[in-house]
């Protein structure tokens, strides 16, 4: 399965933007990581094709992960931005049930895509 990722760019504080990650083949979870500089992976949100949602504490209330399955296709909505959520965000897809938290579950990789938000 290959993955690409899209959406990112440069949007102020308090503003949104929509990530979007295309499949090129179903799969059971996709999740949003992202990765700041000097900092490790973290966990952002994933979504299985029943549709159960999982979100990190810091994103809550603010972003929201949904799916067109006849797509595909995966978007991470992103509202609220704030300068800490500055990051190069990867999609990654699984067939295999696990942590769907932990990126060591995830054996599907897509390229960054780099989220800046400015103060």
């Known amino acids: 399965v290959q993955l690409q990722a899209s959406g990112g760019g440069l949007v102020q504080a308090g503003g949104s933007l929509r990530l979007s990650c295309a499949a090129s083949?179903?799969?059971?979870?996709t999740a949003w990581f992202r990765q700041a500089p000097g900092k490790e992976r973290e966990f952002v949100a994933t979504i299985t094709l029943s549709l159960d949602t999982s979100y990190a504490d810091s994103v809550k209330g603010r972003f929201t992960i949904s799916s067109d399955n006849a797509k595909n296709t995966v978007y991470l909505q992103m509202n609220s931005l704030k300068p800490e959520d500055t990051a190069v965000y990867y999609c990654?897809?699984?067939?295999?049930?696990?942590?769907?938290?932990?990126?060591?579950?995830?054996?599907?990789w897509g390229q960054g895509t780099q989220v800046t938000v400015s103060s």
């Open positions: 990654a897809a699984t067939n295999v049930w696990g942590r769907l938290q932990e990126d060591g579950s995830y054996y599907y």
């Open positions: 083949g179903q799969t059971y979870a």
